[in-house]
């Protein structure tokens, strides 16, 4: 009894089950199918010494979202356009933060940026916290008054 194999086909098959493979793992690895993140910015006059890129972002404790990039302003934004130059804002650390959308509950996507300035006048803020004693720092947002608090209003 002899067997005729069909080199072909098997060849085919595993050139599709790896195709297939890959393209899963970038699918799911990419966050295609995950959540779609908001992004904040926000300034500060400070050190972030301790933060860093995929660092925690939480609002009283519960993680909201992760920190995206930290760079100085004047790397994101064109400075020498403002009235007296750039060097009031130079110190600026730029932190890009990604903050997923639970933080909105039954906000239509397209009111977003409305609820979030809504929640800015209210005195939503963002500050560098450090976690415990071991120094390991977040973004921490955080209700403060208004009033002694006001938002930054940037020129750029």
């Known amino acids: ?11 085919i098959f595993v050139l599709v089950t790896v195709i297939v493979l890959v393209a899963g793992l970038i699918v799911l690895s990419s966050g295609f199918l995950g959540p779609k993140r908001v992004n ?23 993680p909201i979202g992760q920190v995206k990039q930290i760079t100085f302003v004047p790397k994101r934004y064109d400075l020498s356009q403002l009235d007296g130059g750039p060097s009031k ?5 730029l932190v ?13 996507n397209d009111q977003i940026p409305d609820r ?3 929640l800015v006048k209210d005195g939503l803020r963002f500050r560098v916290a ?3 004693i071991t120094g390991v720092c977040y973004m921490e947002a955080d209700y403060f008054d208004p009033q002694k608090y006001p938002p930054m209003k940037p020129a750029w």
């Open 40 to 62: 904040f910015e926000t300034y500060l006059d400070e050190s972030v010494q301790g933060l860093s890129v995929g660092a925690a972002v939480k609002e009283r404790g519960v």
């Open 130 to 132: 450090q976690q415990g």
């Open 1 to 11: 009894m002899s067997i005729n194999v069909n080199y072909f086909k098997i060849g």
């Open 116 to 118: 979030i300035n809504a």
């Open 89 to 93: 804002y130079t110190q600026y650390v």
């Open 96 to 108: 890009v933060m990604a903050i997923e959308p639970a933080l909105f509950p039954a906000v239509p």
